[in-house]
């Protein structure tokens, strides 16, 4: 089993950054493909970025260019930098790990941190 806990979230203004981490434990998850996710009230969750193992990253369109995703194997831990915040950036962040870079192939999720953008 993989426990996942996210921390970082916070009230940020907009223009402004935030750095969320995800520390694994449990189990190493070097192995398995690393994703952020986030949920607006009212909303689906989606897909922010994800990293490979090799580090190969995909973002969704809407932070690209803003937001960058790292990994750290040694500590088992996954990062999002979050830059020039938008109030749509306002969600609780999910970090997840899994075997398929989709929602449904992550097989372990962390409880989320919330972000918030102020105008």
């Known amino acids: 089993q993989v426990q996942l806990v996210e921390s970082g979230g916070g009230l940020a203004q907009a223009g402004g950054s935030l750095r969320l981490s995800c520390a694994a434990s449990?189990?190493?998850?070097?192995?398995?493909?690393m994703g952020w996710f986030r949920q607006a009230p009212g909303e689906q969750r989606e897909l922010v970025a994800t990293?490979?193992?090799?580090?190969?990253?995909n973002y969704a369109d809407s932070v690209k260019g803003r937001f960058a995703i790292s990994r750290d194997n040694t500590k088992n831990t996954v990062y999002l930098q979050m830059n020039s915040l938008k109030p749509e950036d306002t969600a609780v962040y999910y970090c997840?790990?899994?075997?398929?870079?989709?929602?449904?192939?992550?097989?372990?999720w962390g409880r989320g941190t919330l972000v918030t953008v102020s105008s």
């Open positions: 990293i490979t193992s090799g580090g190969i990253t």
């Open positions: 449990g189990r190493t998850v070097s192995g398995y493909y």
């Open positions: 997840a790990a899994g075997p398929i870079l989709t929602i449904a192939g992550m097989r372990y």
